[in-house]
């Protein structure tokens, strides 16, 4: 049999634990342990410290850049690929069995936003704002190699310079696409940061 003051013995300690994992974690005043099973001993105060255990390291902290600093699907953390990674990207998509495809958009239009998308409303629950750029051509049926897709980003970019262009695949048995990303972006962008920039 358990007595009202063990119980509440036990009920103290176990709040006397919580509370000291919670301040240890936020760094703020160090609480030790009771010396006894009375609930009239007080607690002993060791240390109490500031919020920031160490000053360095605050100053260590990175802060996002908010400006100027937007992404583009897989990839976009990334500096821009160079035409050696983006055929080995299209190789990988070979290997899967799944079909290129490149699809442009000009700067204006290639993010989504209220003054370049149509808002359909609550009955279309599945639209998605922006989504789908003008296709360059037909997909790539009977492509084979990287370089052929190389040529095709070429011509895109000659035809349409200051458009932003991503090459996307399909998957024919799923009916779907699997994976998009940048090969071209406008030389008059100012929405790319270097890696480097990206926080302040």
């Given at each position: ?41 007080r607690p002993k105060v060791l ?39 983006i055929s080995k990207q299209v ?110």
């Amino acid at each position: 049999c358990i007595t009202v003051s063990q119980q509440f013995s036990r009920i103290f300690y176990n709040t006397f634990i919580l509370t000291n994992m919670s301040c240890a974690m936020l760094n703020k005043t160090v609480v030790a342990a009771p010396v006894s099973n009375k609930s009239t001993v007080r607690p002993k105060v060791l240390a109490k410290t500031g919020f920031v255990a160490n000053a360095s390291t605050s100053r260590q902290m990175m802060v996002w850049q908010p400006f100027n600093n937007k992404m583009f699907e897989t990839f976009s953390f990334l500096p821009p690929l160079t035409d050696e990674q983006i055929s080995k990207q299209v190789d990988y998509i070979l290997s899967n069995s799944w079909t290129p495809c490149l699809e442009f958009a000009a700067s204006d239009q290639a993010y989504a936003g209220n003054e370049n998308c149509i808002r359909m409303g609550p009955v279309a629950s599945t639209y998605q704002d922006n989504r789908y750029w003008t296709m360059w051509k037909l997909p790539m049926f009977g492509c084979t190699d990287g370089s052929q897709v190389l040529s095709e980003i070429e011509a895109c970019t000659k035809a349409f310079p200051d458009a932003y262009i991503r090459l996307v695949c399909f998957d024919a048995n799923r009916q779907v696409q699997i994976s998009g990303f940048l090969v071209h972006r406008p030389p008059s962008a100012t929405d790319y940061r270097l890696p480097a920039d990206r926080q302040v």
